[in-house]
């Protein structure tokens, strides 16, 4: 079973899904709370859409584009703050080894990947591998996956990038999804948005630097940044373009629904690998 589990790991289930969720969010708010200049429409008009973002309590989104190393990408994912839980189903399509579906659920502070029946049956049929995400240091925590950082993401706060940008502008109207929004665009460097962050407080400061370096492992040090805002002021879509070490990024997420409940169940024990288990039987035999 070691073998299976270590196997399944390293396969695309969990190479697709870290791309995935580090892509799919990222606690990066910059928001003044509209410090900016009322003559600054655009500029305004962004900062007050992020500043929106930190009343989210849920949400549901639509993720499609393109990754570097994995190619396109699609996915659909729910996502609760309080308490924090995810659902997610994506797809891979030029990964090579890599390409296929994948499902991930994120409860009780518990990662679940299922590769589907393919990968079930290296796994004695078990459809689902659990992770248990708080085992930061242990190597059958999600954590020493690299996980552990990336499951409480909220992809709102990773529109807020353009509030870092020196020129953005209005482009127009547009619909998206049949909803009326404003299209703003603008680009922003990493060192920009860095130089952003000294005001803010230690923990701010924290979790906006770690997005800011899973950028700066990829390569990217520029990014393009389109966002739709709606006429509630709230981001209906944005989408990240940049050009990383090893292929291009460009990735899109349209917001379905906010603030509407949501509700994540755990797989079946009986349908479940649990890593912890399986390598510890694994090291007792």
């Given at each position: 079973?070691?073998?299976?589990?270590?196997?399944?790991?390293?396969?695309?289930?969990?190479?697709?899904?870290?791309?995935?969720?580090?892509?799919?969010?990222?606690?990066?708010?910059?928001?003044?709370?509209?410090?900016?200049s009322?003559?600054?429409?655009p500029?305004?008009?962004?900062?007050?859409?992020?500043?929106?973002?930190?009343?989210?309590?849920?949400?549901?989104?639509?993720?499609?584009?393109?990754?570097?190393?994995?190619?396109?990408?699609?996915?659909?994912?729910?996502?609760?703050?309080?308490?924090?839980?995810?659902?997610?189903?994506?797809?891979?399509?030029?990964?090579?080894?890599?390409?296929?579906?994948?499902?991930?659920r994120?409860?009780?502070?518990?990662?679940?990947?299922?590769?589907?029946?393919?990968?079930?049956?290296?796994?004695?049929?078990?459809?689902?591998?659990?992770?248990?995400?708080?085992?930061?240091?242990?190597?059958?925590?999600?954590g020493?996956?690299?996980?552990?950082?990336?499951?409480?993401?909220?992809?709102?706060?990773?529109?807020?990038?353009?509030?870092?940008?020196?020129?953005?502008?209005?482009?127009?109207?547009?619909?998206?999804?049949?909803?009326?929004?404003?299209?703003y665009?603008?680009?922003?460097?990493?060192?920009?948005?860095?130089?952003g962050?000294?005001?803010?407080?230690?923990?701010t400061?924290?979790?906006?630097?770690?997005?800011l370096?899973?950028?700066?492992?990829?390569?990217?040090?520029?990014?393009?940044?389109?966002?739709?805002?709606?006429?509630?002021?709230?981001?209906?879509?944005?989408?990240?373009?940049?050009?990383?070490?090893?292929?291009?990024?460009?990735?899109?997420?349209?917001?379905?629904?906010?603030?509407?409940?949501?509700?994540?169940?755990?797989?079946?024990a009986?349908?479940?690998?649990?890593?912890?288990?399986?390598?510890?039987?694994?090291?007792?035999?």
């Amino acid at each position: 079973m070691l073998t299976t589990v270590r196997g399944t790991v390293r396969r695309g289930t969990t190479g697709v899904a870290l791309a995935a969720l580090a892509l799919g969010g990222g606690a990066v708010a910059c928001s003044k709370g509209g410090e900016e200049s009322p003559s600054m429409a655009p500029a305004a008009a962004v900062a007050k859409a992020a500043k929106n973002t930190q009343d989210i309590t849920s949400l549901r989104y639509r993720m499609k584009g393109r990754v570097p190393e994995q190619g396109r990408v699609e996915a659909e994912a729910s996502m609760s703050m309080k308490p924090m839980a995810m659902s997610m189903k994506m797809s891979a399509k030029e990964a090579g080894p890599d390409s296929g579906e994948v499902e991930l659920r994120f409860v009780d502070g518990a990662l679940y990947v299922s590769g589907g029946a393919e990968a079930a049956e290296e796994m004695d049929g078990k459809l689902w591998m659990k992770f248990g995400v708080s085992d930061k240091d242990g190597a059958s925590g999600a954590g020493g996956l690299g996980m552990q950082d990336q499951v409480e993401k909220n992809p709102a706060q990773e529109s807020t990038f353009l509030t870092g940008s020196k020129d953005v502008k209005k482009v127009g109207t547009e619909k998206v999804d049949g909803v009326e929004t404003t299209h703003y665009k603008g680009t922003v460097t990493l060192d920009e948005f860095r130089d952003g962050l000294k005001d803010e407080d230690k923990a701010t400061r924290e979790s906006r630097e770690k997005s800011l370096k899973q950028y700066e492992d990829m390569g990217v040090d520029k990014l393009t940044m389109d966002m739709w805002i709606d006429e509630d002021e709230h981001t209906k879509q944005f989408r990240m373009r940049g050009d990383a070490d090893k292929g291009p990024l460009d990735m899109t997420i349209t917001f379905l629904d906010l603030n509407k409940p949501v509700t994540v169940r755990a797989p079946a024990a009986a349908d479940t690998v649990d890593l912890a288990e399986a390598l510890s039987d694994a090291q007792e035999g």
